[in-house]
């Protein structure tokens, strides 16, 4: 009898346990200060040159 509760009690706590993870990786407790560190790379946008002027070219025109 006393594992039948044991069973239910560790199903409750693993979906509690699989909530929380899940409201911590969508950012859904930054509220509170917790969550993942958001990941950005500005620096890469900002090194960009004109990049509409970039061509490119086929293999067979390479060879040429």
């Known amino acids: 009898m006393k594992s039948k509760f044991l069973l239910r009690n560790v199903v409750y706590v693993l979906a509690v346990v ?23 790379e ?4 900002e090194n960009q040159v004109d ?7 086929s293999a067979a025109s390479e060879s040429k």
């Open 18 to 40: 699989n909530l929380l993870f899940w409201l911590w990786n969508d950012g859904g407790l930054r509220f509170l200060g917790l969550g993942p560190k958001p990941v950005q």
């Open 42 to 45: 500005p620096h890469r946008v």
């Open 51 to 57: 990049p509409e002027l970039l061509t490119i070219k």
